[in-house]
């Protein structure tokens, strides 16, 4: 089981990042899907989940007016849009497996102001 996040980076507040997680080893299409973040200083936090199927979706309230979870079963990837970033957004970024412990490496976005 592999997964791998990218597309994070430095980027002004108020622009816009999509981080992806690219995943293999699995059947992807079999699985709920998860974003965490962990802030500096701060623990790990779930932030987004998308179900099987997409027949759900759910975004931590306190954001869910800016970021988006998607996924694509025949790339088996899941995605981040995050919108109008802000620099409490600056945080490492990870991908999960639902409640395995499988998880990406992380990618870092920072917004600068």
């Known amino acids: 089981v592999h997964l791998v996040e990218s597309g994070g980076g430095s980027v002004q507040r108020g622009g816009s990042l999509r981080l992806s997680c690219a995943t293999s080893?699995?059947?992807?299409?079999?699985?709920?899907m998860r974003w965490y973040r962990q802030r500096p200083g701060k623990g790990r936090e779930l932030i987004a989940t998308i179900s099987v199927g997409d027949h759900f979706r759910n975004v931590e309230e306190t954001l869910a007016d800016r970021f988006a979870i998607s996924r694509d079963d025949d790339n088996n990837i899941v995605y981040l849009q995050m919108n109008r970033l802000k620099t409490e957004d600056t945080a490492l970024y990870y991908c999960?497996?639902?409640?395995?412990?499988?998880w990406g490496q992380g990618t870092q976005v920072t917004v600068v102001s």
């Open positions: 080893g699995f059947r992807f299409s079999n699985y709920e």
């Open positions: 999960r497996r639902s409640t395995d412990d499988y």
